[in-house]
């Protein structure tokens, strides 16, 4: 069992810049990768970027590229989204998901094994 907590969301103005965070606890092999997700009521929730925990590698949404950044501290267990130049589209639900199958996390949609209660960012234009 992998456990998540984000934090860190509020709210910003239009080209502002929020850092959400998600802890991680319990079995570290549950962790194949790590994402973000974001989600506004009546769409489908979306992957905006994820990070591979061994490799590192980075993987983001068109719509972020460039302005958000996915990264971990192992030491701490942390992951984090850094968000720049933030749109009044970047509002949403926020939330911190993990998977320890290949495929789930190379294919990104919002069937991963373990989640977060999901953080708020609300960006005003």
């Known amino acids: 069992q992998v456990q998540l907590a984000e934090s860190g969301g509020g709210s910003v103005q239009a080209g502002g810049s929020l850092r959400i965070s998600c802890a991680a606890s319990g079995n570290s092999y549950g962790r194949y990768c790590m994402a973000w997700f974001r989600q506004v009521p009546g769409k489908e929730r979306e992957a905006v970027a994820r990070?591979?925990?061994?490799?590192?590698?980075?993987r983001y949404a068109d719509s972020v590229k460039g302005r958000f950044t996915i990264s971990q501290d192992s030491a701490k267990n942390t992951l984090y989204l850094q968000m720049n130049s933030l749109k009044a589209e970047d509002t949403a639900m926020y939330y911190c998901?993990?998977?320890?199958?290949?495929?789930?996390?190379?294919?990104?949609?919002?069937?991963?094994?373990?989640w977060g209660q999901g953080t708020q960012v609300t960006v005003s234009s």
């Open positions: 990070i591979y925990q061994i490799s590192g590698k980075t």
């Open positions: 998901a993990a998977d320890n199958n290949p495929v789930r996390c190379t294919l990104a949609r919002p069937d991963f094994d373990y």
